[in-house]
């Protein structure tokens, strides 16, 4: 874990897959956090990012987005909650990682603040745990949908432990029902 006076950085079990915890100032009136600073990203990750485009979500309760990722521009991504909350997810998909396979899932919330680093060459998607939820993500690349990959949400192979009610099967569309199981899918 690093320490910043603005950021709580916490390392997760994938390699460079980062927690990032903004102070939050409160008091009886609301409160308030600085959500991005370069600078203080750059001090207390050690990460020279230049993002080029955000992204603004809408999501009804029990929608599964992902688990999506680019084969050409890869996009690094700084992911947020704003309204509501999610289970944010990330596989890696790189071959020379030492966390090859491996999955992350964690809430993100409105109310707990915090961010998920996810670096280049990862697959990522989130479920909607609230009725409705806004979700705010910055991208170190352009979307490019001639690229777009989408890993399979239930591959066993990976066994991500989506927090669905019981028998519950979760709203996605077409393209994000369509991804491919682990074997069938590209890797970096």
Known sequence: MSQHPKLKITPTEIHDLLIVEPKVFGDERGWFTESFNVKDFTNATGLDIEFVQDNHSYSRQWTLRGLHYQLEKAQGKLVRVVVGSVYDVTVDIRKDSPTYGKWVGIELSAENHKQMWIPAQLAHGFLV????????????????????????????????????????????????????????????
């Open 129 to 188: 745990l609230s009725e409705t939820a806004e979700f705010l993500y910055k991208t170190t690349d352009y979307y490019h949908p001639q690229s777009e990959a989408c890993l399979a949400w239930n591959d066993p192979t990976v066994g991500i432990e989506w927090p669905l009610p019981a028998g519950a099967q979760p709203n996605m569309n077409a393209k994000d029902s369509a991804g491919l199981l682990w074997d069938m899918a590209p890797k970096f």
